[in-house]
């Protein structure tokens, strides 16, 4: 007796063929276009390559009346001095556009928000983040908001203005003529003598202080309001 065998149902049998043909068959999809204003950008700060700033961005200005999409960049020139940029982009219709502007090197720094005198502690409420050319940023200026909140300031700081490295310093702890306990390390064991500092210092921050009852200079380090610590 012969044994009759069923063919399994034709989508089993062929799985994923009518997606397969259309795949082949149908034109793919066109590339979607972009801002011409983020392909300048990108060009822009390829241009600028490992100098630049590490949250640095380009602000791109772009000529009125000119499109504002496109596929790519195909030649693209600009000032490294004033940013202005001429740039020939392929549209998605494969039409060569002449477009140009203004790319201008942009980074976020902290800056007061209003007049801080000499000796005081900058707090948080003190400053805010705002993008600046990078032009009025310069290699000195502070770009970071944890390295200038806790500071304390040793030149004035202009409201909006970046503040410049040399203008602040940690806070002192020593103060020059001032009366500090001088801890000493000896071994295993802790003394303590009255002393007179000679100079100021911040945390962490080699001070010479004066041992009133040996009328000696050390060389100890500032740890705390008033506290040197020195070893032998």
Do not use: C
Request: proline share 8%.
């Amino acid at each position: 007796m012969r044994r009759r065998t069923t063919a399994p149902p034709r989508s089993r049998r062929r799985p994923g063929l009518a997606a397969l043909v259309a795949a082949l068959l149908l034109p793919a999809l066109p590339a979607a276009a972009a801002q011409i204003s983020a392909l300048v950008a990108e060009r822009a700060t390829q241009e600028v390559g490992p100098g630049m700033p590490d949250k640095g961005f380009f602000n791109v200005r772009m000529a009125e009346g000119l499109p504002d999409q496109g596929d790519f960049i195909r030649e693209f020139w600009i000032d490294r001095d004033t940013g202005q940029f001429i740039a020939n982009v392929i549209t998605d219709l494969g039409e060569v556009r002449r477009v140009w502007g203004v790319a201008t090197l942009t980074q976020p720094v902290p800056v007061p928000v209003r007049r801080i005198m000499p000796d005081e502690i900058v707090q948080p409420e003190d400053i805010e983040m705002v993008d600046m050319p990078w032009a009025r940023v310069n290699a000195y200026a502070v770009t970071e908001n944890a390295a200038l909140v806790g500071m304390q300031v040793r030149r004035m700081l202009s409201p909006g203005r970046p503040v410049q490295l040399q203008s602040v310093q940690p806070p002192i702890i020593v103060s020059r003529g001032e009366r500090v306990t001088i801890q000493l390390n000896y071994g295993g064991l802790e003394l303590s003598a009255e002393g007179k500092a000679i100079s100021d210092a911040h945390l962490g921050q080699e001070v010479r202080v004066v041992n009133l009852s040996s009328n000696k200079t050390i060389v100890g380090i500032a740890r705390a309001d008033g506290l040197v610590e020195a070893s032998f």
